[in-house]
């Protein structure tokens, strides 16, 4: 199996993807091309003493920063680690592939250049959310602002059985993200959607308040794209200045500055916990191809856990099953493009 | 100043409404009429050693529950202590109403019987929530789940005219709540309504990503009802799944037992910054009379503080500056009312 990775992406850059992807050619057996500048990325497999075959690499003479218009980019930037490794995976050079760069560029990618799958009307980004049960499954995490209830409806199906395959949970439970648990609660999108989940085949078990999403009910997490990113962002805000306020406390005496170092290990492990790059990385879910979003702050553990879950979903043969699915449901789809 | 209190609401009910009552009129030297079941007001009063002549009790023979659908209850329920209250408020024979009983319920009466005041389209409901450096004013939190731009821009004007008189803080930093910081970031709403509030009399100062709202950064916070709830109860379902997962952490070593013991009181400190009880109740804004929402879990003490919040409310005339300030804004408004 061949997986390409950008190179360049991420906040720790080539020290992580090239280390990740050494390691995950020798616990996955499997072959990696790497994207980006030839002259570094050589240098960088040099320094981690590397000499098998496995690693194709392919220059790239442009990297689309996090700064840049997402769509903008992905149209002016041909030269890119990130365009060409999208090609790659749409032309079926690469099995997959796996990037830690702009979150925006990458979904305007896979849509742009994978394209989506026949029946699917937007892709959706899916995020790993730790809960105290373990994680559960978030979708859409930030791809789609403005929804209609069948796309939640397919972001639901899609999510069952991504939940199912690569996260290994058994007739996963979908929740969808509403502000009462009754049937009929909510804004317009949700009730409709309340109706088509009930009617899909899957595990439906109905509307989940945001104040249980923390306690793991659900497996799956159906919401559009601005609900979704509200809630990443606010439990990612919130466990930091949770932990801040929690400081100030316990710097306030000498008291409770014994007490805070005694916790110091069971602080760590509780951070750790709630660390959702420990989850591994963002499939886009939806799209003809395997991407797959790896967190900007990767290091090479994460990118190796990135392209081992980019394995099990080409393994698993996710694609084709959310095809049967979604061809089954039938129905008249949105043709418009979004670029 | 007559403040009218449901004596009913509340998951103390009597003994928080009674007490909380009489501490009122003597700090705050207000005139208060009770609302509910007549004989239970009096002994309850009775319990309080109380003897002046300041508390008027009216009897009212049902009592709306938080399990009843609120708008037929309210319609169905003339005699409950709720609709009572609101009408008081309505024929002017009270100033304002203070309520700790069922959220939804006290929306719908609030538009139903209190009505909007002149221009306002929707009536919102305003949470104070904490944060780093204190409390921003949260609208709406959950009265109106699909909302037009229009709607936001006069969320937002209430609020920053809320936020000035009653929480004392000068040129209010309005931020719009998205997910992204730049203009044009969003969903249509929120493109929308970005527009708006940047041409309004306000402090706007721009989008706020959730990652940054317990920061403190903004001091009225605007969405729509649906996203709004979503971020209180996600909110308050994290802060509870943090502790229990903290302590679930420090109970796992005899080391840690000692820590957590010797930071018991930093604990509670940080709990009682969390806990929006605290921060007084959410005052519903828009309606032509003054309605506050005690939070369902007040003691005699935030039961005071909502009272004492309704007389600060009526004293600066909030309802005025509303009505002038929207009065100006001039265009069409929605005439449809929703019940």
Redesign the interface.
Known sequence: MIIAVDAMGGDQGLLATVKGSIEAIKELGVNIILIGNEEKIKNEILKNNYCGSDIEIINAEEVITNDEEPAMAIRRKKKSSMVIGLNLVKEGSADAFVSSGSTGALLAGGLFIVKRIKGIDRAALAIPYP??RGVSLLLDA?AN??CKAKYLQQFAIMGSIYTEKILNIGNPKVSL?N?GTEEGK???L?KEAYLLLRSSNINFVGNI???????GVADVLVC????G??????????????F???KD??M?SI??K??????K???K??KK??DYTEYGGAPLLGTRGVVIKAHGSSDAKAIKNAIKQAKVFVENKVIEKIEDEISSLGGNHDTEERF
Chains 1, 2 share one sequence.
């Open positions: 809960t105290k930030g602002t403005d993200i502000i909510g804004n317009e949700s308040e945001a104040r249980d999403i923390p306690e559009d794209g601005f609900v990113n509200i809630i990443l962002k606010l439990t990612e805000g919130l466990a930091m200045s949770i801040s306020m929690l406390e316990f306030s008291k409770s014994i007490g805070a170092l005694l916790l290990s069971g602080f492990k509780f916990r709630l």
